[in-house]
């Protein structure tokens, strides 16, 4: 059972940064992308950033100039870069695999919590 594992969450002002981290506990294969999503209190899921195993990206218009993804797709791990940190900002975000020819589908990680105070 493959398990996503996040870490680099936190608490920082307004202006600050934080680089979320994400890894496999096991080898995953035949991944299409890999995307960070976040979740607001009260608001729907937000897909954030995604990664291609050829190195494409796409962010969020509220994150583009902002924040960055990266990862190694054989390595397993994706990294998500977040500078110039708004409250707005403020979610419990999610690192996921999408593997669309496998039983799950989609691997996501626990979450991890990001505030950013004013």
């Known amino acids: 059972q493959v398990q996503l594992v996040e870490s680099g969450g936190g608490l920082v002002q307004a202006g600050g940064s934080l680089r979320l981290s994400c890894a496999a506990s096991g080898s995953i294969t035949n991944v299409d992308a890999m995307n960070w999503y976040r979740q607001a209190p009260g608001k729907e899921r937000e897909l954030v950033a995604t990664?291609?195993?050829?190195?494409?990206?796409k962010y969020a218009d509220s994150v583009k100039g902002r924040f960055t993804i990266s990862g190694d797709n054989a390595k397993g791990t994706v990294y998500l870069q977040m500078n110039s940190l708004k409250p707005g900002d403020t979610a419990v975000y999610y690192c996921?695999?999408?593997?669309?020819?496998?039983?799950?589908?989609?691997?996501w990680g626990q979450g991890t919590q990001v505030t950013v105070s004013p």
């Open positions: 996921t695999f999408y593997v669309p020819r496998s039983r799950a589908g989609r691997y």
């Open positions: 990664i291609t195993p050829g190195g494409d990206t």
